[in-house]
């Protein structure tokens, strides 16, 4: 790791933390007024970075390993999250629908 990245660590974790933190937060708000939380997240990030939010960890997470590590992980939590949530009836419903998005390809 290059020394600049390992001085940035303790307040990248600081910042992580933080935005853990205010998730939490989120959550619990979005519960009591019944919003989407990831519509209310998307949103509360879309937000932090047009004020210009100069975060440690938005130069951890840029390089080359940045995209599989979004492919590879994230993706299959967010999806496996929309399958939990979802009506087994509307699924049955709509999967002719779902079948010829899934099978497209480009």
């Known amino acids: 790791m290059p020394h600049?990245?390992?001085?940035?660590?303790?307040r990248a974790l600081l910042?992580?933390?933080l935005l853990l933190g205010a998730a939490v937060l989120i959550s619990l708000l979005t519960r009591r007024i019944h919003i989407q939380l990831t519509v209310v997240l998307a949103m509360a990030g879309?937000?932090?970075?047009e004020l210009g939010a100069d975060l440690a960890i938005s130069s951890l997470l840029t390089g080359?390993?940045?995209?599989?590590l979004l492919i590879n992980l994230f993706l299959p939590i967010l999806i496996f999250e929309a399958a939990?949530?979802?009506s087994t009836r509307?699924?049955?419903r709509n999967l002719l629908a779902i079948s010829a998005l899934a099978s497209v390809t480009s």
Do not use: H, R, Y
Not at 46 to 49: C, F, P, W
Not at 64 to 68: L, S, T, Y
């Open 84 to 86: 939990l949530g979802l």
């Open 15 to 17: 910042e992580v933390s």
């Open 64 to 68: 080359e390993g940045f995209k599989e």
């Open 4 to 10: 600049d990245l390992v001085e940035q660590l303790p």
């Open 46 to 49: 879309l937000i932090a970075t």
């Open 90 to 92: 509307i699924f049955m």
